[in-house]
């Protein structure tokens, strides 16, 4: 579900966030200025990955492709790649009709994303129901593809065009696809919005164990309190489900956070949880907090990761943040878990303590299962200070190890958000260590167009050899989503 796009903490810096992202690859590999050793992550000291004015050719933008068809609005897509067929592609996104109407919309690829099938309505799983969000899909180690999504019962009252969002009732459910993403199973219920007093149903995202190990088909779904309107909470917590029979049934249900490790005194305020599963099967699980225990008189980003299927959890604080959020750019924190080299995993976000008028992608990541987190670098490589900002990243490794990111980049048209943004990627063969130069991927830049509700994350997948981007753009006066696929590896 969507709320105001902008989040504001009372007493301790506004709102938090981060999104995270997808690259691509190509050019010289270029080394992060300064990142070595691990360090505590009490560290908030960051060294510009580049130098500061460096001129370098611009790389041709890959060839868009218009998925979305029809509706007024289009946004927040989901993307996916069936690692038994890396042509097969899945993407998913929330589809509006009219102002209080929303619903998800499904296409696929067989060709790479070079053509797609014509996308298709999820019917709601409930008469009641009159409104989708926040999907997300995934593919499993079998070739079957998820999708979880939010199906709900939407206020009449409230209009999301004008950032309103409340709900009566509603739900997370899971559905399944066994012929890359064609036809759809019935939808069977992950949890039910009365299920905890903080209708823990919102931003009900998936990941997926392809681990080969005891827990390999796993899934697990991470959701944090819903508080749209005032009436159930706060506090804000992290919850998980996880299913061992590939969606058939769900578990109980978790709390992630902690006492000590909690989401702090965030009153009315969404905020997001991500989800990865390493390559040796661990579970991880990255959620901001404010003021808490863990991090008092501050914001941070906290990770979780759970070596026995969610059942306990070991907690540690991966960086401090100075959130860029009261500019207004669409912050949150994303997270890649590496499928090759167990107890790493990676996690990026917008930051403003560079730029007081904009915001950086500042990145670290962890070798050693969260004992010690890297120094936050920066990831963007535009010059320092001239009030640029970046926003919604997100974040995706690939069977090999590599790593990319995306995010929305305002670099070519100057300061401030009512400005054109572009789709940027960053890649990093190495998954981590060092990122090629950034990639524009939009063939057109997006002209500014305020949208209070439902367009705060991007869609990223990588296949080893190719990234695969989706995002809402409105290029053509209207919100509708794009395609881009690109190398993901230096050469290519």
Not at 171 to 180: N, P, Q, Y
Not at 222 to 227: A, D, E, G, P, R
Not at 287 to 301: F, I
Request: proline share 9%.
């Amino acid at each position: 579900m969507r709320r105001a796009l902008a989040m504001a903490v009372s007493g301790i810096l506004g709102v938090i966030a981060v999104a995270v992202v997808i690259a691509w690859t190509w050019t010289a590999p270029a080394r992060r200025a300064g990142a070595a050793a691990a360090v505590e992550s009490t560290s908030d000291v960051v060294t510009p990955r580049r130098p500061r004015n460096r001129v370098r050719p611009v790389e041709p933008a890959p060839r868009n492709v218009k998925l979305s068809r029809t509706g007024f609005f289009n946004g927040e897509p989901t993307i996916a790649v069936n690692p038994l067929d890396p042509d097969n592609l899945v993407a998913a996104w929330m589809h509006t009709g009219t102002p209080r109407t929303m619903e998800i919309m499904v296409t696929a690829s067989i060709d790479g994303g070079a053509s797609w099938s014509t996308p298709v309505p999820i019917a709601h799983v409930d008469p009641a129901y009159h409104a989708s969000a926040d999907v997300s899909a995934v593919f499993d180690g079998y070739g079957t593809a998820h999708l979880t999504f939010i199906d709900m019962d939407a206020d009449p009252a409230s209009d999301p065009r004008k950032g309103e969002f409340s709900i009566r009732s509603g739900e997370v459910v899971h559905m399944r696809s066994r012929d890359g993403g064609f036809t759809w199973s019935k939808p069977v219920r992950v949890r039910h919005s009365s299920e905890t007093p903080d209708f823990a149903i919102d931003r009900p995202w998936i990941a997926v164990d392809r681990s080969g190990g005891p827990r390999d088909g796993w899934l697990y779904v991470v959701t944090i309190s819903f508080f749209g309107d005032t009436s159930h909470g706060p506090p804000q917590h992290v919850h998980l489900k996880r299913s061992e029979d590939h969606g058939t049934t769900w578990g109980p249900d978790v709390r992630v956070d902690d006492t000590k490790f909690g989401t702090g005194p965030l009153p009315g305020v969404p905020f997001p949880a991500v989800v990865g599963v390493g390559g040796d099967g661990a579970l991880w699980i990255v959620y901001p907090s404010v003021g808490s225990d863990a991090c008092p008189g501050r914001v941070c980003l906290l990770a979780a990761v759970s070596r026995d299927g969610g059942l306990t959890f070991t907690h540690s604080r991966v960086s401090d943040v100075n959130p860029a959020s009261r500019r207004g750019y669409i912050l949150f924190q994303t997270l890649a878990a590496d499928p090759v080299r167990p107890g790493r995993c990676s996690v990026a976000w917008p930051d403003g303590r560079f730029d007081p008028d904009g915001s950086d992608l500042l990145f670290v990541h962890t070798t050693d299962g969260g004992a010690t987190w890297s120094a936050p670098e920066r990831i963007n490589d535009n010059p320092l200070g001239l009030g640029v900002g970046v926003d919604q990243p997100w974040a995706a490794a690939g069977p090999n190890g590599s790593l990319a990111i995306v995010w929305r980049d305002r670099r070519a048209a100057g300061t401030g958000l009512d400005v054109p943004f572009e789709i940027y990627a960053a890649v990093s063969p190495d998954g981590g260590d060092h990122f090629l130069p950034n990639r524009k991927l939009s063939d057109q830049p997006s002209p500014y167009d305020r949208v209070p509700c439902c367009n705060s994350f991007l869609g990223l997948a990588l296949d080893g050899n190719r990234l695969h981007a989706a995002w809402g753009d409105f290029r053509d006066g209207l919100w509708n989503i794009y395609y881009a696929r690109a190398p993901a590896g230096p050469g290519q």
